[in-house]
T-cell receptor, first 113, second 120 residues
Framework: DTGVSQDPRHKITKRGQNVTFRCDPI?????LYWYRQTLGQGPEFLTY????????KSRLLSDRFSAERPKGSFSTLEIQRTEQGDSAMYLC???????????FGQGTRLTVV | AQKVTQAQTEISVVEKEDVTLDCVYE???????LFWYKQPPSGELVFLIR??????QNEISGRYSWNFQKSTSSFNFTITASQVVDSAVYFC?????????????????FGKGTKLSVIP
């Protein structure tokens, strides 16, 4: 597989529950990004890793959100105590070249009921 | 702050017509990158093109062409002889170096997208 892989593709959860998403970037890509996309909008930057270090976090990333990339390969995004406003598509991207050509996965669509 | 504006929310064309998707951007940096992505109904963002701020040459790839004009801060995308498979949401995005950690990150700022419907 040569693309960015995200799991699960869809997640429905009750408000207040915790959820975790996984992203497997293109191998050898040292940069990994998380974006969030709500209906009718473009993706918005959440956070970024270079290898295992989380170097940037958007103000959109509240304390309920945490992301990790423990070995510089796959990454997880956890949302604690989910709220209805968290319903969105969560997109992962990876890149090798400094300036991008970021390649995106198919996303995880989260619905909080 | 960087900003990307795609004024056209939705466009409908009949198959084989040409269509141009507009993109206007704002940035204070002299070094930046512009992108176009396609998002079909499946949801995945498909990379189409990246241009850097120092290369204003227009580019053609098959039925796709891009017109980059720094004087008007625009990076427009034209599809020639549109096909039904071109139906998707198209996003223009801007990337510039932000942050001081190491090399900095190149997070993308996206426009709101233009939904293109090609009618058979």
């Amino acid at each position: 597989d040569t693309g960015v892989s995200q799991d699960p593709r869809h997640k429905i959860t009750k408000r207040g529950q915790n959820v975790t998403f996984r992203c497997d970037p293109i191998s050898e890509h040292n940069r990994l990004y998380w974006y969030r996309q709500t209906l009718g909008q473009g993706p918005e930057f959440l956070t970024y890793f270079q290898n295992e270090a989380q170097l940037e976090k958007s103000r959109l990333l509240s304390d309920r959100f945490s992301a990790e990339r423990p070995k510089g390969s796959f990454s997880t995004l956890e949302i604690q105590r989910t709220e209805q406003g968290d319903s969105a598509m969560y997109l992962c991207a990876s890149s090798l070249i400094v300036a991008g050509d970021a390649f995106f996965g198919q996303g995880t669509r989260l619905t909080v009921v | 702050a960087q900003k990307v504006t795609q004024a056209q929310t939705e466009i409908s064309v009949v198959e084989k017509e040409d269509v141009t998707l507009d993109c206007v951007y704002e940035t204070r940096d002299t070094t930046y990158y512009l992108f176009w992505y396609k998002q079909p109904p499946s949801g995945e963002l498909v990379f189409l093109i990246r241009r850097n701020s120092f290369d204003e040459q227009n580019e053609i790839s098959g039925r796709y062409s891009w017109n980059f004009q720094k004087s008007t801060s625009s990076f427009n995308f034209t599809i020639t002889a549109s096909q039904v498979v071109d139906s998707a949401v198209y996003f223009c995005a801007l990337s510039e170096r932000v942050g001081g950690s190491g090399a900095g990150s190149y997070q993308l700022t996206f426009g709101k997208g233009t939904k293109l419907s090609v009618i058979p």
